[in-house]
């Protein structure tokens, strides 16, 4: 079993940053692809970044690309997602996921793990 609990989200302006944080512990995630997903309210799960095991491979959700980059340090257990540019229509709660599949997926019902989430709201 995977915990993951997920820190950083909070109220920021438009055009400002966050950093979210994702800890996991029960196992190491060293062989698990991780990923951010977003729900905003009345709206569906979307996907938003994903990493692979050592880090080397990415895949962004279209409106995050340029201003969001995943990243995770193995030897800390933490994935991290870094948000520039926010825009209020990145209010959301943001959680991380973890699979251990071999590829990055943007499929919810493909990760085995899941955070509980961290509200992020971005006024404007």
């Known amino acids: 079993q995977v915990q993951l609990v997920e820190s950083g989200g909070g109220l920021v302006q438009a055009g400002g940053s966050l950093r979210l944080s994702c800890a996991a512990s029960?196992?190491?995630?060293?062989?698990?692809?991780m990923a951010w997903f977003r729900q905003a309210p009345g709206k569906e799960r979307e996907f938003v970044a994903a990493?692979?095991?050592?880090?080397?491979?990415?895949e962004y959700e279209d409106s995050a690309k340029g201003r969001f980059t995943i990243s995770r340090d193995n030897a800390k257990n933490t994935v991290y997602l870094q948000m520039n540019s926010l825009k209020p229509e990145d209010t959301a709660v943001y959680s991380c996921a973890a699979d251990g599949q071999y590829s990055l997926s943007r499929i919810p019902y493909e990760y085995d793990y899941w955070g509980r989430g961290t509200q992020v709201t971005v006024s404007s």
């Open positions: 990493i692979s095991w050592s880090g080397t491979s990415t």
């Open positions: 029960g196992r190491t995630i060293n062989r698990y692809i």
